[in-house]
Structures are given as C-alpha cells and as structure tokens.
C-alpha cells in the first residue's frame, strides 16, 4: 500500500537518475533498472524465445548501460537507449546460436500458456479459444524474420511509437511504418493459415 | 503506439499488449543487476551495442532512408541567397540592404529576376541572379556562371570598360564571380581560423589576383557590404571603382570604421580586402598593372590591424573530455586496486569505496568504511585521471579481499 507520504514524493524521471547515476550514485541506477527492466526482460522473451537467455540478456543490458552512462548523450530518451542495448544483445545472441531453434523448451509464454491462472474472463470455451490464439501469435510471431519481429514487438506488444521504435533501430519512421505493416500482413496470413481466418477479424481494414 | 495498420483476428491485439509470459523474480534479478554493476566492460563490448542494431531490410523495403536523410539535409539555395543573407545580418541599414532583401525573396521564391532588379544588382556591383534551373555542381558550388543572355541584354551595362558587348560583359561576369568565391572562401577562412595572426595572410594570399589582366570584375555581396561607405559612394557614380577612389576610401576608412563598430569586427576587417584588392583591377584593362598594386597596397596599409576572428576562452581546451571514461576510470582505479585489496589480507568482507576526482585528474576525497578504511582510503587516493573539464567525478568501486 503506498503510504501518503510515499504518494508526495516526486518520482524521479529517467534523465534525472541517469544524471544521478553519473556522480556515482548507484541507487539511482537500481531504480532505473526497476522501472524497466520488465519491458526489457519481455522483449528479450520475444527475440530469443528462451526465458533464460532472455534473463541473461537483461542483466547484460542494465550493465553494458551503466558502463556506458558516459556515452549517453541524451538526444533520446534513456529506455529507448536501453532498449536499443537490449536489441543488439539479443540479436548478437541469436547469431551466436550455432542453429536457428523454433521454440525453447523453457519459452516463458508457452510457460504462460500451460500454467495460466488468470482469472477467466469468460467462458471456458473462450478461455481456451484465447490459449489457441495466443499459440498461433507465438508461432506466427517467431516465423517472421529478425527485422519484422523485432519491429513488431517494439511497436505492437512493447508499445512504442513509431518514432521511439525508430530511435530504438536507427531507421526512419516510415520504414518503422513499413516494416509493422508487414509483420502485420505476414501475422494474419500465418493466423489465417491456423484457422483464425477473416471471420474473426476485428471490424473492417 | 501508433494504430495499427492491418486489422488482425478477433483478441489478437488485446493478446499483444498483454501477452501472457511467465516472470522471473524482478527483484532478485535487480539485486543480481546491482552486484554486477561494477564489472568492467570494455570499450569495444560497449561499442558493440551502442549502435543502431544491424537489421537487414526486407527485401521489398522500400529504402526511406535516403530519402529522409536527403529530406532532413536539403541541398543549398543558391550562393545569392546566402550572399544576401549575410548582407542582411551584417548591415541592415546599409543602402544595398533593400535591394539585397529583393534578392533574397527572389531567390527564395526561385523567380527569375527582372530587367530592373538586374540592373540595380549589376550597378551595386553583384552579380545578377537567375532563377534558370542550375546543374547539380553548379548548385553546390554556389558558382553560377549562367546568366540569361536576354537577361544580360536588358540590363544597363554598367562598366567604363570600352568592351560592350554581350560576350566581354558575360566573360566579366564568370570571372567576377571566380573571384567572388575565392574572397568567400577566404572570408570564410577568417572566421573559422582560431589563429587570427594567420587570417590577414591567408586572406591577402587568397584575395591576391595572380592576373591582373584577369582579375574579377566584381566583388562578393559579402564583401562588398564590409566596403567603407565611402568606398561604396565612390562606385556608385558609375558602378565601377577606380584605384583613386580606393585610395581615398581607405582614407576615409578609418573614421568610417570609428563611427562603425562593425567594420572592426573581425571579418569586417579581414573582408574589407577584398573588395579592394579585387576591384582595383576592375579597370584593370585600361589601367597599369603598377598603378592597381599601388592602390592595392595602399588600401591594405590603410586597413587597421585585424582583430582575432575567434579568440578561445581562457582556459578552454577542445581535446579535455567533460568527464572521465568510464574506461579510464576503470583502468586509474585498477592501477591502485592490488594495494587496496591487500589492506583487507585476512578479511572477509569486501568494502565499497568512493573515489572523488578533481578536474585535474587527481583524487580530491575516497571514503572508505571498515577497520581498513584509512588503509584503502590512503591506497586509492594514489589513483590518477587524464583531466577533465567537470569540477569533480566521482566513482565507485568495491574492494574485494585478495
């Protein structure tokens, strides 16, 4: 529960712990891995599909960033640096498998799948209905290729604008754009393919 | 996040923003996070995923890249346009100012000039602009040596020099303008040269016409708004400057210059040649060639002595970085961890130390707690930075038992 004096008390933004973390101050610094290192932890899952790499990942984000404070020159804002760390990591790791894997056997949402207790919604025909969905995203997901994925989680499932994906990836925000409108095209053809066809779709293009 | 821009099955997109994923232990994994903060990392694992991330494109991408690069980097308006706009920013209330406001609308609105505009830029001394479509190196060159020869016709002609005709005066015109680049560059020189002792020779060496026979008709918009005005009053009668009236202009420069503070400015000071040294052989072709040196000479040791054109803050240094490396902070501090680590032979617990620096590199304060505090305190304070412009920096390391 947050006490009312806890209430008051103004949160610290990222540039502000970033700048305190450059003097030294290492709490700052674990403050901002607190506020971020959920996102960064889900969009490794994404990229690498293995829940251990993924932690491996985000802890090397967290500390490949707070050796690099120095370099951060604040045209962008301090998650989209550390996202773009977080990319480059995973994408070195993926390239470092000597096999390109399908799925993992310690995926955390095929996990989320097998054990999800969430309370039901609705119905358990709907519950059910939603593990095959969240499946086919899965599959379809992972079938794109690195650059589409990538965009894709950025904009779509992590959330970010356009222009934030494209700080993330170095590109302009037309190709950002683009590429989501790909991933996009590419997804429902893969869910079509799995019987989510255009019966589902939600309203009209 | 933007909307999205393919509709996809039924819950899909409420499943994306939400997607079910089993967690580790966030806080545990901080607490991992924290106690590795302190790895060193080296320079090149940090370069590694500082960069934009290497993601090849699509292969039906289209390639926006350069399109917005070009878009975000627009090509330079013509070398009138920045002439007049320098003319504006350095004298407003200069009489050419009106005429060079004209000019830069109509190179703005890319319309060719009329007869009359024509006329007046060819009596001030400028060369004319023209709104026909240039080739891309005469664009960036900023040279335009096409003029319309219609355009050229109905101006006036306004040079003494007994030649009337079209060719003598397009001829002119091209080599005018080859010199008002070369005294553009060398104004340029000026300004961005930190050496000032330097500039007035660069720019004399630039400005020097090696031909006198073929020496530039006209001087650049810039460096003819730095011209003495009587200098200016001097051309104005028949829009060509004789050697005389530059001498008596470098006279008259100096009280000029008194009631100008401007024209001490150091570009006003190294341009002021130019026009001079320029156009002195503007009637070159029925004068001496000794007469238009003299007058050269003349107008050059009239002019004052030139002040610098940057004169760097005291102190300043351009290579000193604003504060350390991360990199150099971890190789100071490795340089001196061996003797503090040997302060706790014995112990168990590791001691966490920190280290301020001064702006010269030395350290102003460590604090260190624990019986072997004074011990690693008085080891790291034999750590030592490259200067760095910050007052001070401060780091943190933990000093762990042999």
Redesign the interface.
Known sequence: MVTPARQHLPERTDRELIAAAREGDAQAFGLLVRRHQRRVYRLAVHLLKSGAEAEDVTQDTFVRAYGALDRFDGRSEPFTWIYRICVNLSLNMLRSRKTRRASSPDDPRIEALLIDNRPAAGSPARNSADKQLSRALIEGIDELSDTLRTTLVLVCIDGLSHAEAGEVLGCPEGTVAWRVHEARKKLRVMLSERGFDDDDLEGKE | ??G??????????E???D??????D??A??K???A??Q???GVA??D???????????P???A??S??QSASTPLPKSNFAEMARKSLQRKEDDDSAALAKELLAATGQARRPDAEMVARVRAAGKPAPTATPLPNGERASGVVARIEAGAVAAAPVASPAPTSAAASSKRGVVIGLLAAALAVAAAFALVVRPDARQAPAASSAALEPRDPGASPAHAPAAADNARPASAAAAQADDGAISPEALAVAANDSKPSEAKNGAAKSPSGGAVAPSPKSASAPLNGAAKPEAEAHAAASAAAAAEPPPEPAMKPAEGSNDNMPL????GAVSTALGAVRSNAQACLAGQTESVKA?IIFSSDGRVSSVSASGPSGACIQAALSKAHLSPFAKDHF???TTIRPP
């Open positions: 996040m933007s999205p821009s393919l509709k996809l099955p039924r819950g899909a997109d499943l994306l923003r997607f079910p994923m089993s967690e580790p966030f806080e994994q901080a991992a996070i924290e590795r903060l790895t060193k990392v694992a940090l590694d995923v500082l960069g934009a991330p290497e993601l090849a494109p699509e039906e991408e289209p926006l890249s399109a917005v504060s350390p490396s991360s920190v401060s780091a943190t």
